[in-house]
């Protein structure tokens, strides 16, 4: 830049100086700008050189601080980008035979950690030890709800008919006195006391009195699984009804060793009738408070608190004590409570005090000592204990009939209900039962003697 030959002063001198300054800045600004304007396109047109198949200008492609020679053109291969490489290569592993997985955790396997082989599930075993159902077990195993039903529904008959004066004072007494040495002579004949075995099998056929029991047990002798005897059948029929798991076989060593009929003794007879004596002198004593108990309440009040625990005491009672072959305590202790305070309730409406002994009394017979018995028949005999169901259902659905024929119509379907149409349905629904089996389950290990 040229300027006039001027007289300057020093202010002059100075902003001259400041414009040729910012000049120069300018311009090496202008040069840096279009150095990296070039450099600039020079990378676009490298990559799209890339691209297309063929190198840049200078011999570098996109990755121009790495710099690579240029691919042979003549050749005619084109140059794949890094993810079709990748690709191909994990094609190339994939098409590798891999050796074969093994189920060990010591080795390092080119599989993965959730790897599963396809053989996983030719082990696989469904229903492998699923017993095949039977109608009739499963019919049986419901005679212990239908006995317990129809107790309740026998007390509430018998305290209706005592309430309108149909069941005098001295036929409730003989029948709970019929009842409880009936009860006690069933279980002295069919459950003799044992040591370490007895008669404890329910494939057998129920004897009719003691002189059949002492001789099937000595037709039974020689061989303690009932093979030899001509009652071994169910029923003496020779088919048996099944058999309780856990029930021990059948033999008579333990009554051969005096272990058995003979451990009955006068003794503990007279022990067992002593302490039942005092038992009915304080219900005695006790049946003029019980009978007053409730004389402040409604009649109302009383019988739906009534009903109230008589379902209490069929949803909470423990039909498995009677279902069961193992030695075991009564676990029905709510239901149990349930049923005598129901008893005690109703018999306090009654107008006597020697009523109020009876029903209690009776109570006291079926839903304490009962459940009792009822177990002892069941092991002992599967026929006797559908003898007992036959027996229990009969006289109550005819003294419910004779009452109110509506309720006896209630009870007759609830029978059906429990006895006939559940087993079949859990029979029917037997067919969904699915169990798996297979190598990942816990092994079994089988005890041999």
């Known amino acids: 830049m040229h300027h006039d030959q001027q007289p300057q002063g020093p202010l002059t001198a100075h902003l001259v100086s400041r414009l040729e ?10 040069a840096s700008n279009q150095a990296l304007s070039d450099e600039l396109l020079r990378l676009r047109a490298g990559g799209a050189t890339a691209a297309g198949g063929g190198g840049s200008s200078d011999g570098y492609d996109k990755d121009y601080d790495s710099p690579r020679p240029r691919p042979n053109s003549s050749a005619g291969t084109p140059v794949e980008g890094g993810t079709e490489r990748a690709r191909r290569q994990g094609r190339a592993e994939e098409e590798r035979p891999r050796p074969p997985w093994q189920n060990v955790l010591y080795k390092r396997q080119p599989y993965a950690d959730n790897h599963v082989p396809g053989s996983f599930l030719e082990k696989l075993v469904t229903n492998a030890y699923v017993r095949q159902p ?25 305290f209706m008919r005592t309430q309108d004066g149909l069941i005098s004072v001295g036929t409730m007494v003989m029948v709970d006195l019929l009842l409880l040495f009936g ?29 059949r029991l002492k001789g099937r047990i000595k037709h039974e002798g020689d061989d303690p699984y009932g093979r030899g005897g001509g009652s071994g059948g169910s029923g003496g029929g020779g088919v048996p009804l099944g058999n309780d798991e856990g029930a021990s076989p059948r033999t008579a060593a333990g009554l051969a060793d005096g272990n058995g009929l003979d451990d009955l003794s006068l003794s503990s007879v007279s022990s067992t009738l002593a302490s039942f004596f005092l038992f009915l002198a304080i219900l005695r004593i006790m049946a003029p408070v019980l009978r007053t108990l409730t004389v402040s309440y409604s009649d109302d009040t ?19 004590y009677a279902n069961t072959s193992s030695s075991g305590h009564f676990q029905g202790t709510l239901s149990l409570n349930a049923a005598i305070f129901a008893a005690v309730l109703l018999a306090s409406r009654l107008e006597s005090n020697e009523k109020v002994f009876g029903l209690v009394l009776f109570a006291l017979e079926l839903f304490a000592f009962f459940p009792l018995a009822r177990r002892e028949v069941k092991r002992h005999s599967l026929l006797l204990h559908a003898s007992v169901t036959s027996a229990m259902v009969l006289p109550t659905g005819l003294l419910l009939y004779l009452r109110h024929p509506t309720l006896f119509t209630a009870y007759l379907g609830t029978v059906v209900l429990v006895t006939v149409a559940c087993p079949l349905w859990l029979l029917r629904v037997q067919r969904y039962k699915l169990r798996i089996e297979g190598p990942w ?3 079994h290990v089988e005890a041999h003697p």
Do not use: C, M
């Not at 129809?150 to 509430?156: E, P």
């Not at 009860?183 to 002189?211: H, Q």
């Not at 009383?302 to 498995?320: G, M, P, Q, R």
């Open 183 to 211: 009860g006690y002579a069933t279980v002295f004949l069919v459950s003799p006391k044992r040591n370490n075995a007895g008669i404890s099998g329910v494939n057998g056929a129920a004897p009719g009195s003691l002189a």
């Open 21 to 30: 300054s910012t000049e120069a800045l300018l311009a090496e600004e202008r």
């Open 441 to 443: 389950d816990i092994a």
């Open 134 to 158: 039977d109608l009739r077990l499963y019919v049986i195993n419901t005679f212990a709800v239908t006995q317990q039903i129809s107790a309740v529904t026998l007390f509430l008959v018998v």
């Open 302 to 320: 009383i019988y739906a608190l009534a009903v109230t625990l008589s379902f209490l005491h069929l949803a909470f009672h423990d039909y498995s």
